[in-house]
C-alpha cells in the first residue's frame, strides 16, 4: 500500500497550439454551450431544441431592426473594449471603463442640457466630443498619475473612480430631472434635437457603427504598427527592459491611460448623443465590466475583439428573446448568458493545458 | 509577411463591416413593407374565427412579475386581452425586463414593426421613449401609463392614463387608523405614540398625494396619528425598502405602508410583528400575521377602454383619469385576522362618501400647511424643466387633485407628516 498511486489525470501546459486547433476548441465549446442551453430550455419549457436555437437567431436577426440593434450593442460594447486594451497590453488593469464611460456621457449630457439653446448644432456637437474626451481622459489620468509617480494598485483605483462617476451623475440628475421629484431626466431637447448626432445613412445607428469600425482599424494599426503601440508592448513586457532601452515608462503610462479614457469618453459621447439621449446612472450599461471579457478573450487583438463582442451580444440578445417569446422572466435569460459565458472562458483552460491521463502513462 | 496579412484581414473586415451596412441598408425599409403585409392576414383571421377580435396589443413592462407594480398590471392585461378572445404570444404580445432607456424606444419599435395596433408602457420613465416611438409609428397608438406629458405634447396616437389613487390610498389610510385605534385601546401605546411610518421611492408628486391622502384616511378616524416618510431613491430595491421599514420601526413607528415596488417593507414588517399596508398587490403571502389591507390601480377598465376605442374607430382619451366608480381604483384582500373589527363596514361607508362626493380627500378644511389652512396653490400641471407653477389646484374648499391631468400633481408638505430625508 505504500506504493505511490497515480492520480487519476494530471494537468500539463500545453505548447502553443496551432491556430486551427485553438479556434475548434473554441468552437466545440460554444457548440457544447447551445446544446446545453437548449437541453435546459427544453426541459423547462417543453419546446422543441431547434425552435430555440432559432428563437436565439430571431433575437439577433429576425428583423432588419433588431440586427440594426444587434449591430449597435456589438459596437458600444467594442468601443470601449477598444479603450481598455492599450491598458491591457501594458499590464496595466484598468477596470475603470464604466466610470470612464459614465462621465463621458454626463459631460456630454451636461453641454447638451445647458448649452442646448445656445450654440449651433454643429459647434455643439464639437463642443459635447471634446467635453466627453477630456472627461473620460482626466478620469483614466488620475489613476495614471498615481500610478506611475506612487506606484499605487491601478486596481482598486480605476474601480473605485467608477463609484465617484457614479454618484457623480446621480447628483447631476437631482439637479436637472423633470419633473421634479422624478429622479429622472428623460430624453434631452426631444423637440429641438439639439446636441444629437444626426441621421446618417439608412439607420440612426449607422454613424456610431461606422466610427466604431474606424477606430477598430486605428487601434490595431496604432497598438501593432507603430512606436507608442511598440512602447506599450515592451512596458507590458518588463519595466525594467523598457527602462533600460531608455522608454519612459511613467511617461507611457499616463500617455496610454489618456488615450485609453479618451476613446471611453468618446463612447459616452456616442451613448448620449447617438442613441440614448439622456443620462441615467446605468448608462454604461456594464460595459466597462463586459470589455474587460471581449479584450481578453481576442488575446488583445482589436480584430479578433470585433468577434468576441459579436457573440456576447448575440448571446445576450438571444437568451434575451428565448425569455420574452417562452414567457420565461429574466433570471432565465441571465442563466442561459452564465451557461455560455462559463463554456467560453472555460475553453481557454483546454486551449492552454491538456488533461493527461494514468492510463496513457502506464503504457509509456 | 505576416504583417501584411494582417493587414489584409484589417482591411477585409473593414469590408465585412461596411458589407454589412451596406446589406442592412434595403433591409432597413422591409418594416415598412412588411407592416401592411402583416396587417392584411390579420384583418383576414378573424373572419376565419369570429370571436377574436381584429386586435394585436404590444405590453412593455419594467420589470417581471416578481415586481407588484409589473405583475399588477400584467394580470390587468391578461384579463381584459382575454376577455377580447385575444391570445398572449399571438394578438398580444409583453416585452419585460425593459429598462427606461433607448431599449424602451427598441421595443415599442419592435412591436410596431410586428404589427400591433396600440402598444402600452407602464413606467414613468418610458414615456420620452414612448413619444419618440409614437412620432415614428404615427399608425400605431401608444399608451402609457403615469405620464404626464400627453396633454400638452399635441400628437394624436400619444396618450396617457392615470387613476385617482389618492381616494384609495385614503381608504387604506382609514383601514391603518382604525388598526392604531384598536391597538391604542388594546394598551399597546398611548393614542400620542401612534405615529405611523412610511417608505417612498422619491419626493415625487405622485409619492407625495399617496402618502398625504393615506396619512388624511388615518387621521380621519385616528385623531393623534402622526407620520414619518423616508426614501429610498429607487422605485425597486428590496433590501434598501426592507432597511428603510426596519428603521422606521425602529424609530417607534407602529404601522407601515409603502410606495415603492419591491417586498421588503412587507417582510421587514412580517418580521418585527408590526401591522402593514400595501399598494398594488396584496402581500398576504409575505404577510400573514401583519397584512391588513392593499389598495390598488386596476388597469383592466383602461385597456378594455383603449382596445374599445380602436375597435370603434374612435380615440383614445388624451389623458384619462380612472376612479372608483370606473373600477379602476381598488381596495382588496382585507386580511380579517389583522384588521381591526368593523374595517369593511367603515370602508364600505367612506367609499360610498368618496363616489357620491359629499367627502373629499383634500379637504383643506383636514389639513394645515405651517399651521395655516391652504386657499390657493398653484400646482406645476404642464411639465416644464424649471417647474412652474401653472394651474390653480384648489377651489370648491379642497384640493382638485388628477382632475387637470390624470398623474398625481400634489405636492404640499402638510403638517403632522415629517420627513426623515428628502435628497431624492
Known sequence: MNKQRDPLFHIVKRAALPWYKAWGIRAAAIVLALILCALITTLITGEDPIQVYVTIFEGGFGTARRAWILFHNLAMLLIVALAVTPAFRMRFWNIGGEGQVLIGCLASAACMITLGDKLPNGVLLAVMALASILAGAVWAGIPAIFKARWNTNETLFTLMMNYVATQLAAFFIIIWEVPKGSGTIGIINQSTMAGWLPQ??????????????????????YLNYTKHGYEIAVVGESERTARYVGIKVGRVIIRTLLLSGAICGLAGFLLVSGSDHTLTTSLAGGRGFTAVMVSWLAKFNPLFMI????????????????????GLNQSFSDILTGVILFFIIGCEFFINYKLSFRSAKKEG | MKKIIALLLALVMVFVLAACGGSSAPAAEEPAAEAPAADAPAAEEPAAEAPAADLKVGFIFLHDENSTYDLNFMSAAREACEAKGLVEGESYLFKYPVAESEECYNAAAELADAGCDIVFADSFNHEDYMIQAAMEFPEVQFCHATGTKAHTQGLDNYHNAFASIYEGRYLAGVAAGLKLNEMIEAG???????????????TYA????????????????CPSATMEVTFTGEWYDQAAEQEAATNLINNGCKLISQHADSLGAPAACEAAGVPNVSYNGSTANAGPNTYIIASRINWAPYFTLMMDCVLN????????????????????????AVAAAGTA????????ALEDGSLHVFDTSTFTVDGETLTSYMADVD??????????????????????RSAPYFDVQIDGITLLDTQF
Open chain 2, 206 to 221: 405622485e409619492v407625495i398625494s399617496g402618502y398625504t391622502s393615506f396619512f388624511l384616511g388615518a387621521r380621519s378616524v
Open chain 2, 345 to 352: 363596514d367603515k370602508l364600505a361607508e367612506v367609499q360610498a
Open chain 2, 383 to 404: 411639465t416644464d424643466a424649471d417647474y412652474t407653477p401653472d394651474t390653480e389646484a384648489i377651489s370648491d374648499g379642497y384640493f382638485h387633485e388628477s382632475e387637470y
Open chain 1, 307 to 326: 468577434f468576441t463582442s459579436f457573440l456576447l451580444v448575440f448571446l445576450a440578445r438571444g437568451a434575451a428573446e428565448i425569455s420574452t417569446s417562452f
Open chain 2, 188 to 202: 399597546e401605546f398611548s393614542a400620542d405614540e401612534a405615529k405611523i411610518g412610511y417608505v417612498g421611492a422619491y
Open chain 2, 313 to 336: 374607430g374612435e380615440p383614445i382619451p388624451t389623458d384619462w383619469t380612472g376612479t372608483l366608480n370606473t373600477g379602476s381604483v381598488e381596495l382588496f384582500e382585507l386580511n380579517e
Open chain 1, 200 to 221: 446618417v445613412g439608412p439607420s440612426k445607428y449607422f454613424l456610431n457603427i461606422l466610427i466604431v469600425a474606424v477606430l477598430t482599424v486605428l487601434m490595431y494599426l
